[in-house]
C-alpha cells in the first residue's frame, strides 16, 4: 500500500504543479500547447496543404487558415471513416461520436491521442483570449 501511495502522491505532485504553471504562465502555456498541435499535424495532408511546417505564430495560422465549416471538412472526415489516415491528424483515428450542438444529423467528432492537450487548451484561464482562432469563428 506503501508503494501504490508514493506513486499516487508523485502523480499527484505533478499534475498540481502542471495546474499552477497553467495559471502562472496561462499565454505562454497556450502558445506552448499550440506550437506542439501545429508541429504535430504538418506532415498530415491537412497540414501540408496550408503549409504548417512553416507556421510560427498563431498570427500566421489564422491568416493562412480559412474559417471551416462542418461541410468544408466532411470530405475529409468521410475519408477517415472509410479508413484513410493522416489526414487532419497524424495519429490514428478508429472511433468516432457525434458531436453535441450542430444541426448536421451526420456529425462527427474524432478522437485521438491529443485530445488531453486540446481539452488543456480550451480551458486555460486565457482561453477567451484565443476564441478567435477558426475553430471557435466556424461555430
Known amino acids: 500500500m506503501g508503494l501504490l ?26 502558445e506552448e500547447i499550440f506550437r506542439k498541435l501545429v508541429n504535430t499535424a504538418r506532415f498530415t ?20 487558415l480559412p474559417v471551416h465549416s462542418y461541410e468544408d471538412i466532411y470530405p475529409y472526415i468521410e475519408r477517415l471513416m472509410r479508413g484513410e489516415q493522416n489526414i487532419l491528424w497524424p495519429s490514428e483515428i478508429k472511433w468516432f461520436s457525434k458531436s453535441s450542438g450542430t444541426t448536421n444529423a451526420r456529425s462527427k467528432l474524432r478522437k485521438s491521442a491529443l485530445s488531453k492537450e486540446r481539452r488543456i487548451l480550451d480551458s486555460s484561464p486565457c482561453s477567451r483570449e484565443w476564441s478567435s482562432n477558426p475553430v471557435d469563428r466556424a461555430g
Do not use: C
Not at 501511495?5 to 497556450?30: A, C, D, G
Not at 495532408?45 to 493562412?64: H, L, M, P, T, V
Open 45 to 64: 495532408e491537412f497540414g501540408i496543404k496550408y503549409d504548417f511546417a512553416s507556421i510560427n505564430s498563431y498570427r500566421q495560422f489564422n491568416d493562412r
Open 5 to 30: 501511495n508514493s506513486i499516487l502522491t508523485w502523480v499527484m505532485k505533478k499534475r498540481i504543479h502542471q495546474m499552477e504553471l497553467f495559471m502562472k504562465y496561462p499565454h505562454e502555456v497556450q
